[in-house]
């Protein structure tokens, strides 16, 4: 197997993470992020890159997601990018919350909140996994 098609066995795509947003975790996305998570741990991520991001999410979530937070929730793209900037390991991290945000905030006044929940449950899992594997 070439390393080329092993990261592509490992990586989350943009439908999967809209999958998960759209109606929650499944068998095959808990599989797919439980390697994302491997691979995170394998790029060196540490959970200090992104502890402010998860902090400031965690934040809104006590909150309750409303129309005020989105404008929060919106800014943890930003957040991202900057972690990202200096330190590599957060990129593959920061597109898979990029598509997330996406996916929340584009479907409008629909279920929002309940895409927001979603979200949260996937960047938990994301974590949770990254530290399964060692990630510090």
């Known amino acids: 197997m070439s390393k080329h098609s092993h990261d592509q066995q490992d990586t989350l795509g943009r439908s999967d993470v809209v999958s ?3 109606g929650g975790p499944t068998t095959d996305l ?3 992020v439980d390697a994302f998570g491997r691979t995170l741990q394998k790029k060196g991520l540490s959970t200090s890159q992104i ?3 998860f902090t400031r999410l965690k934040a ?4 309750g997601y ?3 937070r989105k404008i929060e929730f919106l800014m943890l793209k930003p957040h991202l990018a900057y972690a990202s900037g200096r330190h590599a390991s957060v990129k593959p991290l920061k597109r898979i919350i990029d598509w997330g945000i996406d996916a929340v905030v584009e479907s409008g006044g629909e279920d929002q909140i309940g895409k927001f929940k979603n979200f949260c449950r996937l960047f938990e899992a994301i974590l949770a996994y990254h530290k399964a ?3 510090k």
């Not at 809104?60 to 909150?63: R, S, W």
Request: charge should be positive; proline fraction near 0%; aromatic fraction near 10%.
């Open 30 to 32: 808990i599989i797919k």
């Open 20 to 22: 998960w947003i759209r």
């Open 60 to 63: 809104i979530e006590a909150k």
């Open 133 to 135: 594997y060692g990630g």
């Open 66 to 68: 409303n129309q005020e």
């Open 51 to 53: 502890r402010q991001v």
